[in-house]
């Protein structure tokens, strides 16, 4: 069974909504799953780092604010210089997902980071793999409907609680995306 680790910030519950997408996903496919909340002054509980050290892939996840991830993602990603140094993380897979309350929001720039994060550690990212939603018959509740190829990308309006975003298309993106990890992760341990 593959270990997966799912390492995230949110801000007002929205993102850990679509991380919790990401866990089941990857649990439905037969994972091992575990989550990490960044905590509001970014940092993991104790012994984090080496549990993330464990595992075979890496999710990572981040609202997006003023076009980049929350403050707290990236004082984990500083943070993570310890395992980088010692190339702890190296060939393990990585993925992500982002929130934000506009449709386009910068998200890609989000995703950029996270990717750019998992290179520094040597990992190999894995995409949505999803093609697009963008006919006119489409809408939010449609599977990535948002297009993200590179990572799963959610929307959750500025006066949306987490009871009501992100909606039911950015969930199931967020869901086929931990599917997807857990699928690769799986074939990588035979």
């Known amino acids: 069974m593959s270990k997966i680790a ?6 007002y519950g929205h993102t850990a909504k679509q991380a919790e997408a990401v866990h089941e996903g ?3 496919a037969g994972a091992e799953v575990t ?9 993991l509980p104790d012994g984090a780092f080496d549990a993330i050290g464990a595992a075979d892939a890496i999710i990572y996840g981040s609202p997006t604010y003023m076009g980049g991830p929350a403050w707290q993602f990236k004082k984990f990603a500083d943070a993570s210089s310890k395992p980088w140094f010692v190339q ?11 929130n934000s309350a506009s449709v386009n929001g910068d998200k890609f720039s989000t995703i950029q980071y996270l990717w750019t994060l998992s290179q520094q550690h040597a990992q190999v990212w894995v995409g949505t ?4 939603a963008n006919t006119k018959a489409h809408g939010p509740s449609d599977v990535n409907w948002t297009a993200g190829f590179a990572g799963a990308l959610a929307i959750s309006p500025s006066d949306a609680s987490p ?5 039911s298309g950015d969930l199931e993106t967020a869901r086929l995306l931990g599917k997807r990890v857990a699928e690769f992760a799986a074939k990588l341990a035979k």
């Open 6 to 11: 799912i390492v995230y910030f949110s801000g």
């Open 26 to 28: 990857a649990a439905a």
């Open 35 to 43: 989550m990490y909340r960044i905590d509001a002054e970014g940092n």
């Open 88 to 98: 702890a993380w190296k060939n393990k897979l990585a993925a992500g997902f982002t």
């Open 129 to 132: 793999g999803l093609m697009p």
């Open 163 to 167: 009871d009501e975003a992100p909606r």
